[in-house]
């Protein structure tokens, strides 16, 4: 094992991205820097306080573990800025990051039919859920989401919900440049939140029932709306509607 190290505070992970002025900063995930959002060492311990988290969960002793499995002092979890929640927006970057690997579209010269953008989107939202079932943190996430909804932590939450909502439409081809870009992403953000919620809390076989919600929901939105439509419209159905179809199957939100 090597020596026992101290790490330096960890920067802000949006430091360089809010920096900008609003006319230069990317709209498209393609436009988004291609380096790894954190710093190797940070990364690393990281990577293994996320493995301790099935065992420990989203917690102090997961970051405290995943330092000392690297080689660094138990304390160099301490200068983690927002703790446990780290271990959250690690998972979170590194999954959307996965996502184009992870979710492969059949290819049309190899005999596969066309999918359309609406399916795609379906694919996308089902396999990044599937990222916290493969990463083992699924029976854990319902304290992720506590963690993110603290007062302190929902700005980068929300940030890096926006932009899972826009990597989705990226890959699904979406090249909107109108007023729809915007309902568009604000509503599937809403669909993905209120699925993850539910995911928490579903007992069903490889987690079918979250499935079909996912895609229940999506047909809703294209029903109501069809991924137009006033904005604040928007945020008041795909919030409340996901919210209450959810109380509506009996569970606690």
């Known amino acids: 094992m090597p020596p026992q190290k101290l790490l330096r505070p960890l920067p802000s992970l949006t430091e ?20 790894p959002p954190y710093p190797e060492a940070e990364s690393t311990i990281l990577s293994h306080a996320l493995s301790r988290v099935p065992e420990h969960g989203f917690t102090s002793q997961a970051l405290s ?17 927002k703790g446990a929640f780290e271990i959250v927006r690690y998972h979170l970057v590194q999954e959307r990051r996965r996502l184009g690997e992870r979710v492969q579209f059949p290819s049309e010269n190899e005999g596969g039919r066309r999918l359309g ?9 089902v396999g990044r859920l599937r990222g916290n079932v493969e990463r083992g943190v699924d029976g854990r996430w319902s304290e992720a989401i506590a963690l993110m909804a603290m007062p302190s932590n929902t700005p980068g939450s929300l940030r890096e919900l926006a932009r899972l909502s826009d990597e989705i439409w990226y890959l699904a081809g979406d090249t909107s440049v109108d007023t729809s870009w915007y309902t568009k992403r604000a509503s599937l953000a809403s669909v993905y939140a ?17 499935e079909q919600f996912v895609e229940d929901r999506l047909r809703d939105v294209q029903t109501v709306g069809g991924w137009m439509g006033n ?11 996901g919210v209450n179809l959810a109380r509506s199957k009996g569970f606690r939100i």
Do not use: C, I
């Open 16 to 35: 360089g991205f809010t920096s900008l002025p609003a006319r230069l900063r990317p709209y498209h995930s393609a436009a988004f820097s291609s380096l």
């Open 231 to 241: 904005l604040g419209e928007w945020m008041s159905y795909t919030g409340w509607a």
């Open 194 to 210: 209120a699925s993850e919620v539910f995911m928490t809390q579903d007992k069903s076989t490889e987690y079918r029932d979250t």
């Open 117 to 125: 953008v609406g399916e795609k989107v379906r694919m996308l939202v």
């Open 65 to 81: 573990l995943g330092a000392k499995d690297t080689g660094y002092l138990e304390v160099s979890a301490n200068l983690f800025p």
